[in-house]
């Protein structure tokens, strides 16, 4: 099992930045990816960034490419996502995932809210 927990969302103007933070605890030793996802209100769940733990590769959607970026703490096990030039569009309830070698497993944190007002 593994266990997520997400902090940093919280309210920002157009235009400003937020930090959102994921750690994880139980068997983090099986994560091979950890990523953040988002959704918005009458909107499906969408890709946001993602990063594979071992070598540090990371993938963005293209939505926010260039404006957010995915990273790692490796001693922390937590992941982190600067969010830079926040658009109204941001707006969402971002939710931590991390992928797990064991059983080939999907884990969520219980998501923190993001508010970009214009």
């Known amino acids: 099992q593994v266990q997520l927990v997400e902090s940093g969302g919280g309210w920002v103007q157009a235009g400003g930045s937020l930090r959102l933070s994921c750690a994880a605890s139980?068997?983090?030793?099986?994560?091979?990816?950890m990523g953040w996802f988002r959704q918005a209100p009458g909107k499906e769940r969408e890709f946001v960034a993602r990063?594979?733990?071992?070598?540090?590769?990371?993938y963005y959607a293209d939505s926010v490419k260039g404006r957010f970026t995915i990273s790692r703490d490796n001693a922390r096990n937590t992941v982190y996502l600067q969010m830079n030039s926040l658009k109204p569009e941001d707006t969402a309830v971002y939710y931590c995932?991390?992928?797990?070698?064991?059983?080939?497993?999907?884990?969520w944190g219980q998501g923190t809210q993001v508010t970009v007002s214009s």
């Open positions: 995932n991390a992928e797990s070698y064991l059983y080939n497993s999907n884990y």
């Open positions: 139980g068997r983090t030793v099986s994560i091979f990816t």
């Open positions: 990063i594979k733990w071992s070598d540090g590769t990371t």
